[in-house]
């Protein structure tokens, strides 16, 4: 108990909001909710923790020696700020990766591992890693609760969490789980802005702005105006979430909000530099470039014209389509024009569909 203390007064000098112990016995119903999802296809596609839906509900799976999981929370607000309203000719970003927050995060697991290697244990950190459901982690800790909006929610920070473990040998003293959820609280289901909450605690992946933003390929035009000015991620069902309205209302300096015009002008090395932390499939920029893309579709701005023409004339043939699309919502004269001229040359498929889809 006495190094239990310790660790968690480190913890909490380094910044954590949140500690607790827990076993490393399986989670085996997070493995069969997770395997159910997989099985119905509502995980739509997602990897990460998906890839082994058996190692990442047993760490004991990568680390066979394991025997506690010491799990910290931290929370990105109110530093990561706030996007503010949309204003014409900007994406926004969501809150959590407005720069690399995980960076604290992993000094506080550091130094836990660091004093616990110190007294002569094994000890490994584990954050944003496939290797283990770090929110599964957190419940069984007594660092938070299940939320309605899938997400673990903390007293007082509400989801405004990141979440990791310190995985180790030493046989601590397990934490209690904690007693109390969202009660009659669903403010996070209606403000999804596509229904992917489709019952209290179940994302439909399928219907989620944040997965169409990260995921590769062509996002269904049937999200593409629900995207509305996001560049990478949602933040509309935390922003709903009343525990972490606190944090929220003091989250006021402007972060968050990226020119598209400037965006889309930059080389891939500029993007990859400027984006390093978030998840790019393939470390390729498409994705960003087709989010900006379909944000300018959305929000008609000046100088986005010539952009989108240049777009229309890409190598690559998904960005050739959004940005076909975007034309198409502008529908002025100019627009159509590009999109009419475009259709004569175009050799993919797909594209001369939503070139054909634009102009009517």
């Known amino acids: ?52 839906v058996a190692r990442s509900t047993d760490v004991r799976t990568s680390v066979p020696w394991a025997e506690r999981l010491v799990v910290l929370a931290s929370s990105y607000l109110p530093e990561a700020g706030s996007p503010g309203p949309a204003r014409a000719g900007t994406a926004r970003i969501a809150r959590f990766a407005t720069e690399d927050h995980y960076e604290g995060l992993r000094a506080m697991l550091g130094a836990v591992a660091a004093l616990l290697t110190d007294r002569g244990f094994e000890a490994m950190t584990l954050s944003d890693d496939n290797r283990l459901v770090d929110r599964a982690a957190a419940v069984r800790a007594g660092v938070g609760w299940w939320g309605n909006n899938a997400m673990v929610l903390a007293p007082g920070y509400g989801p405004w969490l990141l979440l990791g473990s310190v995985v180790t040998d030493a046989p601590l003293p397990v934490s209690e789980p904690m007693r109390r959820d969202c009660g009659t609280c ?4 209606p403000a999804c802005p596509t229904g992917a909450l489709v019952a209290p605690g179940v994302l439909d992946a399928r219907k989620c702005l944040a997965r169409w933003a990260q995921a590769p390929g062509v996002i ?52 990859l530099a400027a984006y390093d932390h978030f998840y790019l499939p393939g470390r390729r920029s498409t994705m960003l470039r087709r989010n ?50 475009a259709k004569a040359t175009e050799p993919d498929g797909a594209v001369r569909a939503e070139i054909d889809h634009a102009l009517r």
């Open 1 to 52: 108990m006495e190094l239990v203390q310790l660790l968690e007064h480190v913890a909490t000098e380094q910044g954590a909001v949140g500690f607790g112990v827990a076993d490393v016995a399986p989670f085996d119903e997070v493995r069969s909710d997770m395997e159910h999802r997989v099985k119905e296809g509502s995980h739509a596609g997602l990897t990460f923790t998906y890839n082994n």
């Open 186 to 189: 669903t403010a996070c289901m």
């Open 220 to 271: 269904p035009r049937s999200f593409r105006a629900a995207m509305g000015d996001r560049l990478y991620g949602c933040d509309d069902c935390l922003d709903a979430c009343p525990p972490g309205g606190r944090l929220l209302a003091q989250a006021t300096h402007p972060r968050g909000r990226v020119n598209l015009l400037e965006l889309l002008g930059s080389t891939d090395a500029e993007l």
């Open 292 to 341: 900006a893309l379909v944000v300018l579709g959305n929000a008609p701005t000046d100088g986005g014209l010539s952009v989108l023409a240049e777009y229309l004339d890409h190598s690559d043939p998904v960005l050739r389509l959004h940005a076909a699309w975007a034309l198409g919502r502008w529908q002025t004269a100019a627009a159509l024009a590009l999109l009419e001229q």
